[in-house]
């Protein structure tokens, strides 16, 4: 069996109706032809019976190419640290400290140049933002322990935000509406 999930539709597989940039739509998985095909569904079009037919089903956001939005949008992990960047406090140096090495490991950023001036209070490292097409210097407070705990704390926080919004409905209750 083929395996090969597409992305999101430009419209919905029922209404015809193109989706609209930040709509949540519902994603099933069936097998046709001894292959994986993929179909979307606005949120009013979904319903149980098209629940029990796939294979799988999940909720989504549907993210327009063409859109004009910031390229950090489109990222969870680069919009937590682009907020924290901007805030001055000890908890968003940590914060914005923590994600940017992980945005280093995924090879988002690319790390241009690490300094140890004696004359400033801490080293910082120089990124390019390879998706933003942006210089980032992120400075390295000299962390303790705790404050990277908390930091990796609030990080899980905030990206699990973005996965389960507060308005979410879960994908089960949204098939047995229908």
């Known amino acids: 069996?083929?395996?090969?999930?597409?992305?999101?539709?430009?419209?919905?597989?029922?209404?015809?109706?193109?989706f609209a940039h930040g709509e949540r739509v519902v994603s099933r998985v069936l097998v046709e032809?001894?292959?994986y095909?993929?179909?979307?569904?606005?949120?009013?079009?979904?319903?149980?019976?098209?629940?029990?037919e796939a294979v799988?089903?999940?909720?989504?956001?549907y993210r327009d190419p063409e859109s004009e939005?910031?390229?950090?949008?489109?990222?969870?992990?680069?919009?937590?640290?682009?907020?924290?960047?901007?805030?001055?406090?000890r908890a968003d140096m940590a914060l914005a400290y923590l994600a940017s090495q992980l945005l280093r490991r995924q090879k988002v950023f690319r790390l241009i140049k690490e300094?140890?001036?004696?004359?400033?209070?801490?080293?910082?490292?120089?990124?390019a933002d390879r998706h933003g097409d942006r210089l980032v210097e992120v400075p390295d407070p000299g962390?303790?322990?705790?404050?990277?705990?908390?930091?990796?704390?609030?990080l899980?926080?905030?990206?699990?935000?973005?996965?389960?919004?507060?308005?979410e409905v879960e994908a089960n209750d949204v098939a047995q509406q229908g």
């Not at 069996?1 to 193109?18: L, S, W």
């Not at 569904?41 to 319903?47: G, S």
């Not at 799988?56 to 956001?61: D, Y």
């Not at 990206?159 to 507060?166: G, K, Q, R, S, V």
């Open 1 to 18: 069996m083929e395996v090969k999930i597409t992305k999101t539709a430009r419209k919905c597989a029922a209404t015809d109706r193109p």
């Open 33 to 35: 032809d001894h292959a």
């Open 37 to 52: 095909v993929r179909q979307d569904f606005c949120t009013d079009a979904w319903t149980k019976e098209l629940a029990d």
């Open 56 to 61: 799988a089903f999940w909720r989504t956001v």
């Open 69 to 89: 939005q910031p390229a950090e949008v489109h990222s969870p992990l680069r919009q937590v640290f682009y907020d924290a960047a901007e805030g001055d406090a």
């Open 115 to 127: 300094s140890d001036n004696p004359e400033h209070e801490h080293r910082t490292a120089l990124f």
């Open 143 to 154: 962390l303790t322990l705790r404050e990277l705990e908390a930091a990796r704390e609030e």
């Open 156 to 167: 899980m926080r905030r990206l699990a935000a973005f996965e389960t919004p507060d308005e």
